[in-house]
């Protein structure tokens, strides 16, 4: 078992910048995959960033290409992502996900998730 926690979330207004933390406890030994997802209200939950276990390997959704880093310290178990240039549609609540498998974008792929961190962007 993995335990997950996002921190770093809040309040920012459209064109600032936020950095979202995850710490993993638990089996952190094992070499997993981890994942951003987000959801927006009433909306599916989508894949924003994933990177694998050494973080030589990491991947964006399209759309956030450019915006993003995902990184991550295994030293202290945790997961990093930096967020720039924020506009009001990312605004949602922000995931982070642990997986067996080298590589995910879609929910099912993960097999640990956090609780989620509220990012809310103003115009």
């Known amino acids: 078992q993995v335990q997950l926690v996002e921190s770093g979330g809040g309040l920012v207004q459209a064109g600032g910048s936020l950095r979202l933390s995850c710490a993993a406890s638990g089996h952190t030994f094992r070499p997993y995959t981890m994942g951003w997802f987000r959801q927006a209200p009433g909306k599916e939950r989508e894949f924003v960033a994933g990177?694998?276990?050494?973080?030589?390997?990491?991947y964006y959704a399209d759309s956030l290409k450019g915006r993003l880093t995902i990184s991550r310290d295994n030293a202290i178990n945790t997961v990093y992502l930096q967020m720039n240039s924020l506009k009001p549609e990312d605004t949602g609540v922000y995931y982070c996900?642990?997986?067996?498998?080298?590589?995910?974008?879609?929910?099912?792929?993960?097999?640990?998730w956090g609780q989620g961190t509220q990012v809310t962007v103003s115009s």
């Open positions: 996900a642990a997986g067996n498998r080298p590589y995910g974008n879609r929910t099912y792929e993960y097999d640990y």
């Open positions: 990177s694998s276990w050494s973080g030589g390997t990491t």
